[in-house]
T-cell receptor, first 113, second 111 residues
């Protein structure tokens, strides 16, 4: 079956620009997570959705980062006024239920020049 | 969630068993031990998890110390495709939230 998909796979942008990263979770998965991974580090939590609502956004680094999941399926991570330090791989994961494992997408590699 | 400690890197030969250690001395009674791995240029993938008893699945085995302060992920016959970063993560039984990743162990497999 289809796994978690993320688009685009690569995004190059200039400092100060706005970007949107999309995540399509596995159908029927109610929980959705965004993580960010810098080179040589493990993934770092950003935000968690249960259904349409953000259940935990404590990992968002500042107010330039925002994420939505309006219909409880697809999610978009939005970054305003990008900075070079935002360059990383952004990973999305989904989970079916409370006890289940998280299924990760391949990530979007964001490069801010 | 409690902290885990893993070696930065390990090497193995192809078709030999690999034992990947993880220390979690501050584990609580309701923490499950989860292992994920991340192949190059991919997102992490679930490997196995357990609470107290040793666990086996098609990918690996998980051996948990009697005092639960450490565990070992066992790959019975390493293949080149098993070269990845392996993460040991503790999650409370009641947690619905995110995983907390450390730096993991980078496993290299030599042909």
């Amino acid at each position: 079956g289809a796994g978690v998909s993320q688009t685009p796979s690569n995004k190059v942008t200039e400092k100060g620009k706005y970007v949107e990263l999309r995540c399509d979770p596995i159908s029927g998965h109610t929980a959705l997570y965004w993580y960010r991974q810098s080179l040589g580090q493990g993934p770092e939590f950003l935000i968690y959705f249960q259904g349409t609502g953000a259940a935990d956004d404590s990992g968002l680094p500042n107010d330039r980062f925002f994420a939505v999941r309006p219909e409880g399926s697809v999610s978009t991570l939005k970054i305003q006024r990008t900075e070079r330090g935002d360059s990383a791989v952004y990973l999305c994961a989904s989970r079916l239920n409370r006890a289940g494992e998280q299924f990760f997408g391949p990530g979007t590699r964001l490069t801010v020049l | 969630d409690a902290k885990t400690t893993q070696p930065n890197s390990m090497e193995s030969n192809e078709e030999e068993p690999v034992h990947l250690p993880c220390n979690h001395s501050t584990i609580s009674g309701t923490d499950y031990i989860h292992w994920y791995r991340q192949l190059p240029s991919q997102g992490p993938e679930y490997v196995i998890h357990g609470l107290t008893s040793n666990v086996n699945n098609r990918m690996a085995s998980l051996a948990i110390a009697e005092d639960r302060k450490s565990s070992t992920l066992i790959l019975h016959r390493a293949t080149l495709r098993d070269a990845a970063v392996y993460y040991c993560i503790l999650r409370d039984r009641g947690s619905q939230g995110n995983l907390i990743f450390g730096k993991g162990t980078k496993l290299s497999v030599k042909p």
